[in-house]
């Protein structure tokens, strides 16, 4: 595994649209991060990641990247950025980029090259047919918008061509191998932009949709790995310190395809699903019954099913990442009131691996119901503005209220960083002492060692990390495990009766050496 720093790595996810804007337009610009970053650092958290800001159209959000080595105008310029790598740096901050390695927008310059009908040195960049009304069987594609006789794959939106990293066992004409010059081509050129970020201050990449590269690829994603374990080597070799995490969400495919993390991501039904999100598996009650809800009546085993066996499986090999929210996910807060909230970061804070906190996660933000915005759709009430304090827009942007990115929080109870920061027992100052101690104790990073002890429905859930024990109920109703936990207690949310059993009261969470 490449980055030693990894271990004490705790990650903040920034939507740079959202978080603080110091121009008046609107819109969060890279001198407000530069600006919160003693903010970020005082929470406790040490490394970045940062959603695309790159040159974009923005039809999704910036996802649809028209210049990979040019930011995004409205962030600023590439000083700007480069100047927040260091201002991070000077405060022990690493930051990691969002990389766009599937598609480009179709206002790239190397996809105005790839449509024309004369062949040059782009023309296979992208993937397309042979002919104008030939459909590229088994992908979504688009026809009649370009010089060339063809029709063209796309990954997600209209405005995403696919570029053509190969396909692993072509059954047409105009599938390339991946072993085709052309196809190398691609690779290469990603690696030259990854290159030219790494060479500017940039500590590596979140990757998106890292597992869709190689297209008719098998289920164990040979093709796809081929490219990032390619990738891997250079980075080894050239910048060894450079993390990637993968937008993945296998880990055992993902930490052997060269990846320092993977995600665990909300997928209806899935482990994760259940701790905070279990909503959407069966939409006709309407039911929610995520562990963390306090009478949801849930069960940590549906969660540790599929969890240990990949935490087993990836030992060594590298680090799962458990993340609070993103972009592309309802706010916690959607159906967990704050005291809800507590235990579940205190939970997410002390599991192994790499956690990842959403902007705005740490004070309670709400999921808001909006209209779409730059290709969000359902996503686009979790990507607001941040609430700073309760001065104008929420302490967001000095801006006209109908100039912002998205729409505050029109609540009078909206939760603000101001307000909570003077609140002994509020939701961020119990993060901000979950993060200090996570720090502070060796046991509660990336590699100590996991370890179930009592995981009963209905009981307190109790697990070490290194030497220390750990014991959770989220429940509305006091509960006890029939197991002896004895020591000293280092952090404790609620009330716990310690000695040959132990006792959680409701709503309650200990750490105990």
Avoid at 91 to 113: A, C, N, Y
Avoid at 221 to 248: H, I, N, Q
Avoid at 294 to 308: A, H, P, S, T, V
Avoid at 368 to 376: D, F, I, S, V
Wanted: aromatic share 14%; proline share 5%; net charge negative.
């Amino acid at each position: 595994m490449a980055a030693t720093w990894l271990k004490d790595a705790i990650f903040y996810e920034i939507y740079p649209q959202s978080f603080y804007d110091t121009n008046g337009d609107g819109i969060g610009d890279f001198n407000g991060i530069i600006e919160k970053l003693d903010y970020i650092k005082e929470l406790g958290c040490n490394a970045l990641w940062i959603n695309p800001c790159f040159d974009s159209p923005f039809k999704d959000a910036g996802y649809d990247v028209r210049d990979y080595k040019k930011v995004a105008p409205r962030y600023g310029n590439n000083n700007d950025l480069y100047r927040l790598f260091g201002e991070a740096h000077n405060r022990g901050i690493k930051v990691l980029l969002d990389l766009v390695p599937g598609h480009t927008s179709e206002e790239h310059e190397w996809f105005k090259m790839s449509q024309k009908a004369e062949e040059n040195e782009y023309t296979n960049r992208f993937i397309w047919t042979d002919f104008c009304f030939q459909p590229a069987k088994g992908l979504n594609y688009v026809g009649g918008e370009s010089e060339r006789s063809a029709t063209y794959a796309l990954n997600f939106f209209k405005c995403q061509p696919a570029l053509n990293y190969g396909f692993l066992n072509p059954t047409e004409p105009w599938q390339l191998p991946t072993d085709h010059p052309d196809v190398i081509a691609t690779r290469e050129a990603l690696k030259d932009i990854m290159r030219f970020w790494l060479q500017h201050g940039c500590d590596g990449f979140r990757v998106d949709m890292a597992a869709s590269l190689v297209k008719n690829d098998d289920e164990k994603k040979t093709g796809t790995s081929a490219v990032w374990l390619d990738v891997r080597k250079m980075l080894d070799e050239e910048f060894p310190e450079a993390a990637m995490v993968a937008e993945w969400s296998n880990p055992p495919l993902a930490l052997r395809a060269g990846y320092d993390m993977d995600f665990y991501l909300n997928h209806p039904g899935n482990g994760y699903s259940t701790l905070m999100r279990d909503y959407f598996v069966n939409d006709k009650t309407k039911e929610d019954h995520s562990y963390f809800k306090k009478d949801g009546d849930g069960d940590i085993n549906r969660f540790l099913d599929e969890y240990l066996t990949w935490y087993e499986d990836t030992k060594g090999v590298g680090y799962i990442s458990m993340l609070t929210c993103n972009h592309d996910t309802n706010r916690p807060r959607f159906t967990l009131d704050p005291d809800e909230l507590k235990l579940a970061y205190a939970f997410l804070f002390t599991m192994p691996g790499v956690p990842f906190l959403y902007y705005g996660d740490e004070i309670g933000m709400r999921y808001l119901e909006l209209p779409t915005k730059e290709g969000g759709y359902y996503r686009t009430g979790s990507r607001t503005p941040m609430q700073w304090n309760k001065g104008k827009n929420l302490g967001f942007s000095e801006g006209c209220e109908d100039s912002l990115y998205l729409p505050v929080d029109p609540e009078a109870d909206a939760p603000t960083v101001e307000d909570q920061e003077k609140d002994k027992g509020s939701l961020l100052n119990v993060v901000k002492d979950l993060l200090a101690l996570r720090h502070k104790e060796e046991d509660l990073q990336a590699d100590a060692e996991f370890k179930v002890l009592f995981a009963e429905k209905g009981k307190p859930f109790v697990y070490k990390r290194g030497d220390l024990t750990i014991a959770i109920n989220p429940s509305d109703k006091e509960t006890t495990a029939a197991l002896s936990v004895q020591g000293e207690v280092l952090y404790i949310l609620g009330s716990a009766t310690l000695g040959s059993e132990i006792t959680l009261a409701p709503q309650s969470f200990v750490v105990v050496r």
